[in-house]
């Protein structure tokens, strides 16, 4: 997975638990030292590759999938050389990693991500030149704006950090490192091209759907009773699987009943089983300290303790953005109106709601001036975006608002400290696919019904379209209905002891 470090060391609690499934890598280029973790299944060679004529060298933490080719370090430095970091960015299709690039004439290192940049990495200018995952490492002031923000709202945004010399690396951000500073170069119209690039199409085969069983992979998915882990587990087919929350909820009943019938090995605990002890909680400060108020350090125990179930080296498939692309759930607000436009989504289609309106609910806890600031980073990273104002809120809370900075922190980055993770969703096929869409038609269920629809006959698809979630719909349940049933759901699960889940634990 993706954890890259220059000039910056891990925590001990973070080298301690990462040593257990990734082997540690060292290299040193023209006076930068780079420590690049791999995970131990995600290559037989180490994730370095020099061409011997030009000198290049590309090293890379992670996993990636370019041309239908896993992890092809050879030909991921050829594209580089030939096209440039950001032009052969634009080429993966899928992947979770973190990289450099160095070629001895230009004496100076180029760090990049894997274009979504969700296992967040962070760059300081307040000594020398230092990148890391782990942002408590490099915060050496406060901004008292931003320890504002994070007290209201509970998590950051963009590139910000509390320190206003540390910043969070953006998607398709490239840094050049050289001896005594960082030159970025960063635009938004990457990340959109990247997304939108897309033709519409009405299938969604990618090579990845075959990637586990060509290269001999063990996956692991966490599945609950929604229709992202379902959907995960249908089209991947994990060797096994796990369910997290009381022993009656639903989650535990349906995840059961779709393991059993897809013939996966799966296991059951309660959320609270696994103790968190105090290298938890170090992990937590030393990846979060200064960017999320209060991350869920319960999850680390858990990810560690689904992990010690199995002995295998396993990709942990994760349903992240599942919700926003089957159910449009970042281009829905809080309060009376937000739960009728849930309940009415044909409202989205007739009624004229300003992206700022949209936002102002969603970060309801800001002051004037705190969100005045997000809303103008808003503006300048969806500027070119030409399409309807929910498809640019739910973009912009993707990869610069809350998904990016705290919704990613569980299944993204807390998951990655035992297992190489892969997020389906946010594959390019995907990507192109859903925001390719009127999103119009993704909160009134529409895309939701099409994406189930179209899934190919096999076993257990017809158990899986007609298997009813927590809420009480199911793929097959009529269009018109979900949105009433899903409110009757939610409330159903917040007041009745015997519906509740692992957030009620």
Not at 159 to 180: A, G, H, M, Q
Not at 418 to 431: E, M, Q
Request: charged share 20%; with cysteine; hydrophobic share 35%.
């Amino acid at each position: 997975m993706s954890f890259l470090y220059i000039n910056s060391i891990p925590s001990k609690n973070i080298a301690s638990t990462l040593s257990k499934s990734y082997i540690k890598h060292e290299y040193s280029f023209s006076e930068h030292v780079i420590t690049a973790y791999q995970y131990k299944n995600e290559s037989s060679r180490e994730p370095f590759f020099e061409n011997k004529f030009t000198g290049g060298v590309v090293i890379v933490s992670g996993w990636f999938l370019i041309n239908g080719q896993f992890n092809d370090y050879e030909y991921l430095l050829d594209l580089i050389e030939s096209i440039g970091v950001k032009s052969a960015l634009q080429k993966v299709e899928a992947g979770t990693f973190s990289g450099c690039y160095f070629n001895p004439k230009y004496n100076s290192i180029k760090f990049f991500q894997d274009p979504t940049a969700l296992l967040s990495h962070y760059y300081s200018t307040n000594v020398k030149p230092q990148v890391s995952p782990e942002v408590a490492s490099l915060v050496r002031r406060h901004d008292p704006a931003m320890e504002d923000f994070l007290s209201s709202q509970g998590h950051l945004y963009s590139y910000r950090t509390v320190d206003s010399k540390v910043r969070r690396v953006l998607p398709f951000e490239v840094l050049e490192i050289e001896v005594e500073s960082i030159i970025s170069s960063y635009s938004p119209e990457d990340i959109i091209n990247y997304s939108f690039a897309g033709k519409e199409s009405k299938g969604l085969d990618l090579s990845s759907h075959e990637l586990f069983r060509k290269h001999d992979l063990s996956t692991v998915c966490a599945l609950s009773s929604g229709f992202d882990s379902r959907y995960i587990t249908l089209k991947y087919e994990p060797n096994r699987s796990y369910t997290w929350g009381p022993m009656n909820s639903q989650d535990q009943i349906i995840a059961k009943k779709i393991a059993d019938e897809l013939n996966i090995e799966h296991s059951s605990f309660n959320y609270l089983t696994p103790q968190v002890v105090d290298s938890d909680r170090d992990i937590a400060i030393d990846l979060f300290k200064g960017v999320v108020k209060a991350p869920m350090t319960q999850l680390i125990a858990n990810y560690r303790y689904s992990k010690e179930l199995s002995c295998d080296h396993e990709f942990s498939l994760d349903g992240y953005l599942g919700g926003v692309f089957q159910r449009g759930s970042y281009a829905n607000f809080g309060g009376l109106v937000g739960e009728m436009f849930k309940i009415f989504p044909g409202i989205y289609k007739h009624v004229g709601i300003s992206d700022k309106y949209m936002l102002r609910n969603r970060y309801k806890n800001l002051s004037k001036h705190n969100f005045e600031c997000l809303y103008e980073d808003y503006l300048e990273k969806t500027a070119l975006i030409k399409k309807c104002v929910y498809s640019k809120v739910s973009f912009y809370e993707v990869f610069y608002g809350r998904g990016a900075r705290y919704m990613s922190t569980g299944g993204i980055v807390m998951n990655s400290l035992y297992y190489s993770v892969f997020a389906p969703f946010l594959s390019k096929s995907y990507l192109n696919y859903f925001f390719s869409k009127d999103f119009g038609s993704v909160v009134d269920y529409s895309q939701f019904k099409i994406l189930w629809a179209m899934q190919p006959k096999s076993s257990g698809i017809h158990f899986l379209r007609s298997l009813k979630s927590e809420g009480g719909f199911s793929p097959k349940t009529p269009k018109i209905y979900i949105p009433l049933i899903s409110f009757l759901g939610r409330v159903n699960t917040h007041i009745n002891p015997m519906r509740k889940n692992y957030l009620r634990e």
